[in-house]
């Protein structure tokens, strides 16, 4: 049985009316249940939506979403990448519902509990439908892996500078930045 969007709505509805709140994404007609992250994968997405939102914004570039920003893909599934930019000139005005769009940049960030390689089909899913940057982040290994269509995936490690030209013109960030702070 294929689900659909409709079907996850009604669901997510039920879930909230008895004091569930699940963050769900739909896939191949299935719908999966995403578990909370841990919050050193939590403070990673929040520090990246922090250093490219301090660019992206007073440049009016785009939008920036967190992992609860949904959208319904050209294949109908709906997923939520941790972080995902979208252009100004493809969405100028937020909805009050799932984007109908393949974000122009999705970042995911490999929670304690993550297997690599399904994170790995999943950015790469969106640039077959679409989206012109992938980023996996993996705190266990302090690399970042950056995807583009038609190409190999570069590793960057913590000598390395992450830089999205094709969306982000001037902008950097150093990897080692990522990484959360130890405080003594």
Known sequence: MNLTIKD???VQR???EDGCDYQLELQDGKIIVMGPSDIESSEIGAEFIRVLGNWVKPRRLGRIFDSSGGFIMPNTDLRAPDVSFVAAERLRRTVRSFAELVP???V???S???RIRPLQ???ELFLTLGAQVGILIDPDKLTVMVYRPGSEPVILTNDDK???PELFPGWEMAISELWPPVFD
């Open 8 to 10: 996850l709505e009604i």
């Open 112 to 114: 304690k509990t993550d």
């Open 162 to 164: 992450l830089t999205i």
């Open 108 to 110: 995911e960030i490999k």
């Open 14 to 16: 039920k879930l909230k």
């Open 121 to 123: 089909e999943k950015v």
């Open 104 to 106: 122009d940049l999705v």
